[in-house]
Protein backbone atom coordinates (compact mmCIF):
# COMPACT_ATOMS: atom_id res chain seq x y z
CA UNK A 1 0.00 0.00 0.00
CA UNK A 2 1.09 3.59 -1.11
CA UNK A 3 2.23 5.49 1.74
CA UNK A 4 -0.21 8.53 2.27
CA UNK A 5 0.51 11.88 0.92
CA UNK A 6 -0.09 15.04 3.20
CA UNK A 7 -0.99 18.48 1.17
CA UNK A 8 0.68 21.41 2.82
CA UNK A 9 -2.20 23.17 0.94
CA UNK A 10 -4.09 22.20 4.11
CA UNK A 11 -5.46 25.61 5.99
CA UNK A 12 -3.59 24.24 9.14
CA UNK A 13 -0.40 24.98 8.10
CA UNK A 14 -1.09 28.73 7.48
CA UNK A 15 -3.61 28.87 10.71
CA UNK A 16 -1.25 27.41 12.81
CA UNK A 17 2.28 25.92 11.30
CA UNK A 18 4.11 25.29 14.09
CA UNK A 19 0.97 22.91 15.21
CA UNK A 20 0.43 21.64 12.31
CA UNK A 21 4.28 20.34 11.80
CA UNK A 22 4.27 19.40 15.24
CA UNK A 23 1.52 16.75 14.12
CA UNK A 24 3.80 15.59 11.26
CA UNK A 25 6.97 15.49 13.81
CA UNK A 26 5.05 13.22 16.33
CA UNK A 27 3.55 10.83 12.85
CA UNK A 28 7.10 9.79 11.78
CA UNK A 29 10.63 11.63 11.31
CA UNK A 30 9.95 11.01 7.57
CA UNK A 31 6.49 12.53 5.67
CA UNK A 32 5.67 12.21 2.20
CA UNK A 33 3.84 15.77 1.31
CA UNK A 34 2.72 17.15 -1.49
CA UNK A 35 3.76 20.22 -3.15
CA UNK A 36 1.48 22.31 -5.48
CA UNK A 37 2.43 21.21 -9.50
CA UNK A 38 5.55 18.63 -8.29
CA UNK A 39 5.25 15.03 -7.80
CA UNK A 40 5.61 14.56 -3.84
CA UNK A 41 8.73 14.67 -1.37
CA UNK A 42 9.91 13.58 1.94
CA UNK A 43 9.68 16.09 4.51
CA UNK A 44 11.89 15.32 7.51
CA UNK A 45 10.35 16.76 10.67
CA UNK A 46 12.78 16.42 13.40
CA UNK A 47 15.91 19.05 14.50
CA UNK A 48 18.20 15.94 14.12
CA UNK A 49 17.40 14.05 11.25
CA UNK A 50 17.42 17.67 9.62
CA UNK A 51 20.99 18.38 10.76
CA UNK A 52 22.27 14.78 9.62
CA UNK A 53 20.50 15.06 6.01
CA UNK A 54 22.12 18.51 5.55
CA UNK A 55 25.74 16.58 6.58
CA UNK A 56 25.15 13.89 4.32
CA UNK A 57 27.23 13.85 0.98
CA UNK A 58 24.27 11.19 -0.44
CA UNK A 59 22.26 14.17 -0.53
CA UNK A 60 22.73 16.69 -3.06
CA UNK A 61 21.12 20.00 -4.40
CA UNK A 62 21.51 19.56 -8.05
CA UNK A 63 19.67 16.35 -9.72
CA UNK A 64 22.21 16.47 -12.67
CA UNK A 65 24.99 15.39 -9.74
CA UNK A 66 22.51 12.29 -9.10
CA UNK A 67 24.52 9.19 -11.41
CA UNK A 68 22.94 8.05 -14.26
CA UNK A 69 20.13 10.84 -14.50
CA UNK A 70 19.01 11.84 -17.79
CA UNK A 71 16.16 14.15 -16.74
CA UNK A 72 16.05 18.18 -16.49
CA UNK A 73 18.61 19.67 -13.96
CA UNK A 74 18.00 22.27 -11.40
CA UNK A 75 19.10 24.78 -14.11
CA UNK A 76 17.20 23.62 -17.05
CA UNK A 77 13.59 23.47 -14.72
CA UNK A 78 14.28 26.98 -13.40
CA UNK A 79 14.86 28.41 -16.49
CA UNK A 80 11.51 26.76 -17.79
CA UNK A 81 9.63 28.16 -15.01
CA UNK A 82 10.68 31.25 -14.84
CA UNK A 83 10.75 31.70 -18.60
CA UNK A 84 14.29 33.24 -18.45
CA UNK A 85 16.57 34.14 -21.51
CA UNK A 86 19.56 31.09 -22.39
CA UNK A 87 22.28 33.61 -21.52
CA UNK A 88 20.99 33.24 -17.96
CA UNK A 89 22.08 29.38 -17.77
CA UNK A 90 25.62 29.61 -16.88
CA UNK A 91 24.24 31.99 -13.89
CA UNK A 92 22.22 28.93 -12.19
CA UNK A 93 25.16 26.30 -12.94
CA UNK A 94 27.45 28.88 -10.84
CA UNK A 95 24.75 29.19 -8.59
CA UNK A 96 26.41 28.54 -4.97
CA UNK A 97 23.12 27.34 -3.63
CA UNK A 98 22.35 24.81 -5.99
CA UNK A 99 25.75 23.36 -6.39
CA UNK A 100 27.27 20.32 -4.67
CA UNK A 101 30.73 18.85 -3.30
CA UNK A 102 34.22 19.88 -4.77
CA UNK A 103 32.53 23.39 -6.72
CA UNK A 104 30.58 24.27 -4.09
CA UNK A 105 33.35 23.88 -1.33
CA UNK A 106 35.81 26.15 -4.27
CA UNK A 107 33.21 28.76 -4.18
CA UNK A 108 32.68 28.89 -0.46
CA UNK A 109 36.08 29.49 -0.13
CA UNK A 110 36.17 32.17 -2.81
CA UNK A 111 33.96 33.90 -1.25
CA UNK A 112 34.81 34.02 2.55
CA UNK A 113 36.34 36.75 2.54
CA UNK A 114 34.04 39.04 2.10
CA UNK A 115 32.27 37.37 5.11
CA UNK A 116 35.04 37.88 7.39
CA UNK A 117 34.55 38.67 11.24
CA UNK A 118 36.12 42.04 10.85
CA UNK A 119 34.43 42.52 7.71
CA UNK A 120 31.28 42.07 9.16
CA UNK A 121 32.07 44.10 12.31
CA UNK A 122 33.18 47.37 10.21
CA UNK A 123 29.49 47.12 9.20
CA UNK A 124 28.37 48.34 12.89
CA UNK A 125 28.61 51.96 12.50
CA UNK A 126 27.08 51.91 9.17
CA UNK A 127 24.39 49.77 10.09
CA UNK A 128 23.45 51.88 13.05
CA UNK A 129 23.31 55.03 11.07
CA UNK A 130 21.19 53.89 8.85
CA UNK A 131 19.05 52.32 10.98
CA UNK A 132 18.86 55.79 13.50
CA UNK A 133 17.99 57.92 10.73
CA UNK A 134 14.30 55.47 9.41
CA UNK A 135 13.33 55.40 13.07
CA UNK A 136 14.09 59.14 13.68
CA UNK A 137 12.28 59.32 9.84
CA UNK A 138 9.27 56.97 11.29
CA UNK A 139 9.00 59.05 15.02
CA UNK A 140 8.60 61.93 13.00
CA UNK A 141 5.44 61.22 10.70
CA UNK A 142 4.50 58.96 14.32
CA UNK A 143 3.16 56.07 12.27
CA UNK A 144 3.71 54.11 9.05
CA UNK A 145 5.05 50.63 7.98
CA UNK A 146 7.42 48.88 9.94
CA UNK A 147 8.19 46.80 6.87
CA UNK A 148 8.28 49.41 3.90
CA UNK A 149 9.44 52.38 6.09
CA UNK A 150 12.08 50.54 8.34
CA UNK A 151 12.76 47.09 8.14
CA UNK A 152 13.46 46.46 4.36
CA UNK A 153 15.05 49.92 3.39
CA UNK A 154 17.29 49.00 6.58
CA UNK A 155 18.06 45.38 4.99
CA UNK A 156 18.03 46.35 1.46
CA UNK A 157 20.48 49.25 2.60
CA UNK A 158 22.91 46.79 4.54
CA UNK A 159 23.08 44.07 1.72
CA UNK A 160 23.52 46.95 -0.81
CA UNK A 161 26.77 48.20 1.43
CA UNK A 162 28.23 44.94 1.59
CA UNK A 163 28.38 44.12 -2.24
CA UNK A 164 29.19 47.51 -2.87
CA UNK A 165 26.70 49.16 -4.72
CA UNK A 166 26.56 52.95 -5.17
CA UNK A 167 23.88 54.78 -3.28
CA UNK A 168 22.50 56.39 -5.99
CA UNK A 169 21.98 52.96 -7.81
CA UNK A 170 20.41 51.16 -4.46
CA UNK A 171 16.51 52.45 -5.62
CA UNK A 172 16.49 50.94 -8.59
CA UNK A 173 18.42 48.10 -7.13
CA UNK A 174 15.85 47.78 -3.88
CA UNK A 175 12.82 47.72 -6.64
CA UNK A 176 14.72 45.04 -8.47
CA UNK A 177 15.06 42.99 -5.25
CA UNK A 178 11.67 43.21 -4.63
CA UNK A 179 10.58 42.16 -8.07
CA UNK A 180 12.06 38.59 -6.90
CA UNK A 181 9.24 38.13 -4.06
CA UNK A 182 6.71 39.57 -5.90
CA UNK A 183 4.05 37.37 -8.08
CA UNK A 184 2.63 40.29 -10.02
CA UNK A 185 5.94 41.28 -11.52
CA UNK A 186 7.95 40.53 -14.12
CA UNK A 187 10.98 38.32 -12.91
CA UNK A 188 12.62 37.84 -16.04
CA UNK A 189 12.61 41.50 -17.08
CA UNK A 190 13.76 42.23 -13.29
CA UNK A 191 16.68 39.64 -13.18
CA UNK A 192 17.48 40.79 -16.62
CA UNK A 193 18.36 44.10 -14.92
CA UNK A 194 19.92 43.22 -11.87
CA UNK A 195 22.13 40.96 -13.69
CA UNK A 196 23.04 43.26 -16.39
CA UNK A 197 23.92 45.83 -13.85
CA UNK A 198 26.31 43.74 -11.58
CA UNK A 199 28.33 43.25 -14.71
CA UNK A 200 28.86 47.02 -15.12
CA UNK A 201 30.01 47.10 -11.37
CA UNK A 202 32.34 44.07 -12.12
CA UNK A 203 33.85 46.79 -14.95
CA UNK A 204 33.89 49.57 -12.80
CA UNK A 205 35.52 47.89 -9.62
CA UNK A 206 37.94 46.08 -11.89
CA UNK A 207 38.66 49.99 -13.16
CA UNK A 208 38.85 50.84 -9.40
CA UNK A 209 38.30 48.64 -6.91
CA UNK A 210 36.93 49.34 -3.09
CA UNK A 211 36.63 48.14 0.35
CA UNK A 212 33.52 45.72 -0.69
CA UNK A 213 32.39 42.20 -1.76
CA UNK A 214 32.50 43.15 -5.50
CA UNK A 215 35.75 43.90 -5.38
CA UNK A 216 36.85 41.55 -3.07
CA UNK A 217 35.55 38.81 -5.93
CA UNK A 218 36.57 40.82 -8.96
CA UNK A 219 40.76 40.83 -7.64
CA UNK A 220 39.63 37.28 -6.98
CA UNK A 221 38.79 36.69 -11.18
CA UNK A 222 40.51 34.45 -13.60
CA UNK A 223 40.29 31.30 -15.25
CA UNK A 224 41.70 28.73 -12.88
CA UNK A 225 40.36 27.21 -9.61
CA UNK A 226 41.54 29.63 -7.33
CA UNK A 227 39.80 32.31 -9.42
CA UNK A 228 36.19 33.63 -9.68
CA UNK A 229 34.77 33.86 -12.89
CA UNK A 230 32.44 36.74 -13.97
CA UNK A 231 29.74 34.59 -14.21
CA UNK A 232 29.82 32.96 -10.27
CA UNK A 233 30.16 36.98 -9.21
CA UNK A 234 27.29 37.66 -10.95
CA UNK A 235 25.42 34.69 -9.63
CA UNK A 236 26.77 34.92 -6.19
CA UNK A 237 25.98 38.63 -6.10
CA UNK A 238 22.14 38.26 -7.07
CA UNK A 239 22.04 35.06 -4.39
CA UNK A 240 23.52 37.38 -1.95
CA UNK A 241 21.30 40.59 -2.69
CA UNK A 242 18.19 37.90 -2.73
CA UNK A 243 19.01 35.80 0.46
CA UNK A 244 20.35 39.00 2.16
CA UNK A 245 17.13 41.23 1.78
CA UNK A 246 13.86 39.59 2.45
CA UNK A 247 14.48 36.98 5.17
CA UNK A 248 16.03 38.93 7.02
CA UNK A 249 13.25 42.20 6.56
CA UNK A 250 10.88 39.48 7.40
CA UNK A 251 12.25 38.32 10.37
CA UNK A 252 12.82 41.45 12.10
CA UNK A 253 8.91 42.24 11.83
CA UNK A 254 8.84 38.61 13.29
CA UNK A 255 10.81 39.15 15.96
CA UNK A 256 8.85 42.20 17.17
CA UNK A 257 5.88 40.68 17.17
CA UNK A 258 7.18 37.89 19.30
CA UNK A 259 8.16 40.22 21.85
CA UNK A 260 5.08 42.25 22.10
CA UNK A 261 3.22 39.34 22.86
CA UNK A 262 5.84 38.30 25.28
CA UNK A 263 6.01 41.53 27.59
CA UNK A 264 8.07 39.79 30.24
CA UNK A 265 10.50 38.90 27.98
CA UNK A 266 10.99 42.31 26.12
CA UNK A 267 10.84 43.45 30.34
CA UNK A 268 13.94 40.90 30.43
CA UNK A 269 15.83 42.52 27.77
CA UNK A 270 14.33 46.25 28.37
CA UNK A 271 16.43 46.17 32.16
CA UNK A 272 19.53 44.35 30.73
CA UNK A 273 19.92 45.19 27.22
CA UNK A 274 23.52 43.75 27.16
CA UNK A 275 21.90 40.12 27.20
CA UNK A 276 20.24 40.96 23.77
CA UNK A 277 23.45 39.12 21.44
CA UNK A 278 22.58 36.11 23.72
CA UNK A 279 18.75 36.38 22.73
CA UNK A 280 19.39 36.51 19.25
CA UNK A 281 19.55 32.64 19.29
CA UNK A 282 16.10 32.19 20.57
CA UNK A 283 14.64 35.16 18.82
CA UNK A 284 16.46 33.33 15.54
CA UNK A 285 14.39 29.91 16.22
CA UNK A 286 11.36 31.22 17.25
CA UNK A 287 10.82 34.12 14.25
CA UNK A 288 12.12 32.70 11.19
CA UNK A 289 10.42 33.26 8.55
CA UNK A 290 11.20 30.16 6.34
CA UNK A 291 9.23 27.33 7.02
CA UNK A 292 10.92 24.66 4.72
CA UNK A 293 14.93 24.04 3.75
CA UNK A 294 15.38 23.90 -0.19
CA UNK A 295 15.15 20.22 -1.73
CA UNK A 296 18.06 17.43 -1.70
CA UNK A 297 18.26 14.63 -3.75
CA UNK A 298 19.27 11.12 -3.02
CA UNK A 299 22.05 9.61 -5.31
CA UNK A 300 21.36 6.17 -4.55
CA UNK A 301 19.03 4.00 -2.74
CA UNK A 302 19.49 4.29 0.72
CA UNK A 303 17.29 4.06 4.51
CA UNK A 304 16.91 7.35 6.18
CA UNK A 305 15.68 7.68 9.41
CA UNK A 306 14.21 4.03 9.60
CA UNK A 307 12.58 4.78 6.00
CA UNK A 308 13.74 3.42 2.59
CA UNK A 309 14.66 6.05 0.07
CA UNK A 310 15.58 5.37 -3.26
CA UNK A 311 18.04 7.46 -5.57
CA UNK A 312 16.82 10.31 -7.35
CA UNK A 313 13.66 10.91 -4.35
CA UNK A 314 13.68 14.50 -3.09
CA UNK A 315 13.75 15.48 0.70
CA UNK A 316 13.38 18.37 2.42
CA UNK A 317 13.47 19.84 5.99
CA UNK A 318 10.97 21.36 8.04
CA UNK A 319 12.56 24.43 9.58
CA UNK A 320 9.55 25.44 11.25
CA UNK A 321 9.42 21.50 12.64
CA UNK A 322 12.88 21.38 13.84
CA UNK A 323 13.27 24.95 15.74
CA UNK A 324 9.88 23.52 17.89
CA UNK A 325 11.13 20.13 18.58
CA UNK A 326 10.88 18.81 22.06
CA UNK A 327 14.09 16.66 21.85
CA UNK A 328 15.89 19.39 21.60
CA UNK A 329 13.72 22.74 23.29
CA UNK A 330 11.98 22.18 26.62
CA UNK A 331 8.40 24.05 26.41
CA UNK A 332 9.25 24.98 22.37
CA UNK A 333 6.39 27.07 22.19
CA UNK A 334 7.81 29.26 24.72
CA UNK A 335 10.03 32.29 23.76
CA UNK A 336 12.40 32.37 26.63
CA UNK A 337 15.35 34.94 25.83
CA UNK A 338 17.41 33.33 28.94
CA UNK A 339 17.26 29.87 27.27
CA UNK A 340 20.35 27.84 27.37
CA UNK A 341 21.18 25.05 25.06
CA UNK A 342 24.20 22.72 25.31
CA UNK A 343 26.99 22.30 22.65
CA UNK A 344 25.93 20.95 19.44
CA UNK A 345 22.54 22.06 20.01
CA UNK A 346 20.68 25.25 18.17
CA UNK A 347 17.85 26.22 15.53
CA UNK A 348 18.07 25.68 12.31
CA UNK A 349 17.06 29.14 10.54
CA UNK A 350 20.73 29.04 8.39
CA UNK A 351 20.42 25.80 7.49
CA UNK A 352 23.80 23.17 8.94
CA UNK A 353 26.57 21.38 6.99
CA UNK A 354 28.58 22.77 4.01
CA UNK A 355 25.31 24.44 2.43
CA UNK A 356 25.30 26.41 6.22
CA UNK A 357 24.13 30.68 5.58
CA UNK A 358 27.35 32.24 4.86
CA UNK A 359 25.67 36.15 6.19
CA UNK A 360 25.04 34.52 9.55
CA UNK A 361 26.75 36.91 11.16
CA UNK A 362 25.43 39.79 9.29
CA UNK A 363 21.53 38.89 10.18
CA UNK A 364 22.33 38.78 13.69
CA UNK A 365 24.10 41.79 13.65
CA UNK A 366 21.02 43.63 11.33
CA UNK A 367 18.54 41.77 13.86
CA UNK A 368 20.40 43.04 17.48
CA UNK A 369 21.01 46.82 16.05
CA UNK A 370 17.27 46.56 14.46
CA UNK A 371 15.22 45.36 18.12
CA UNK A 372 18.05 47.72 19.86
CA UNK A 373 16.32 50.66 18.28
CA UNK A 374 12.81 49.47 17.78
CA UNK A 375 12.36 47.50 21.04
CA UNK A 376 14.96 48.17 23.62
CA UNK A 377 15.56 51.66 23.42
CA UNK A 378 11.89 52.90 23.10
CA UNK A 379 8.86 51.51 24.81
CA UNK A 380 5.98 53.58 22.36
CA UNK A 381 6.54 51.11 19.50
CA UNK A 382 2.42 49.38 18.92
CA UNK A 383 0.96 47.88 15.96
CA UNK A 384 -1.66 50.14 14.44
CA UNK A 385 -3.74 47.97 11.91
CA UNK A 386 -4.39 44.37 10.56
CA UNK A 387 -1.04 42.59 9.34
CA UNK A 388 -1.00 41.36 5.99
CA UNK A 389 0.80 38.61 4.41
CA UNK A 390 1.75 37.96 0.92
CA UNK A 391 0.01 34.78 -0.20
CA UNK A 392 1.58 32.03 1.12
CA UNK A 393 3.67 29.53 -1.23
CA UNK A 394 4.05 25.82 0.77
CA UNK A 395 8.02 26.11 2.25
CA UNK A 396 7.83 29.55 1.23
CA UNK A 397 9.25 32.13 3.55
CA UNK A 398 6.00 34.35 5.37
CA UNK A 399 6.24 37.95 4.12
CA UNK A 400 4.68 40.63 5.32
CA UNK A 401 2.64 43.32 2.88
CA UNK A 402 1.29 45.13 5.61
CA UNK A 403 2.20 45.71 8.98
CA UNK A 404 1.44 48.95 10.46
CA UNK A 405 2.58 50.82 13.66
CA UNK A 406 2.52 53.53 15.51
CA UNK A 407 5.68 55.23 18.08
Same mark, same amino acid.
Given at each position: ??????? +????????????????????????????????????????????????????????????????????????????????????????????????????????????????????????????????????????????????????????????????????????????????????????????????? +??????????????????????????????????????????????????????????????????????????? +?????????????????????????? +????????? #??????????????????????????????? #??????????????????????????????????????????????????????????????????
Amino acid at each position: MAEPIVS +LLNPEFSEDPIAAYARLREMSPLVRVGFPGGPPVWLITRNEGIKAALSDPRFVTDTGNIPGHLGPSIADQAMVSLGLPEEFREYFTSNLMLSDGEYHARLRRLVRPAFTARRIKALRPRIEALSARLMDALAQKGSGDLIWDYSQPLTAGVICELIGIDEADQPQVREWMNEYASPDTDFAAGTTGLFGYIKE +LIARRRAEPREDMISTMVQAMGEDDDRFTEAEIIAMTGLMVNAGYHSTAGFIGQAVLILLDNPDQLALLRAKPEA +LPHAMEELMRVANPVPVAGPRYATED +LEFAGTPVC #KGDALTGSIESANFDPRVFRDPRRCDVERVL #KPGEGHLAFGAGPHRCLGAALAYLEGEIALTHLMIERDSLEVAGRLRYREPIPGGARLFTAFPVRL
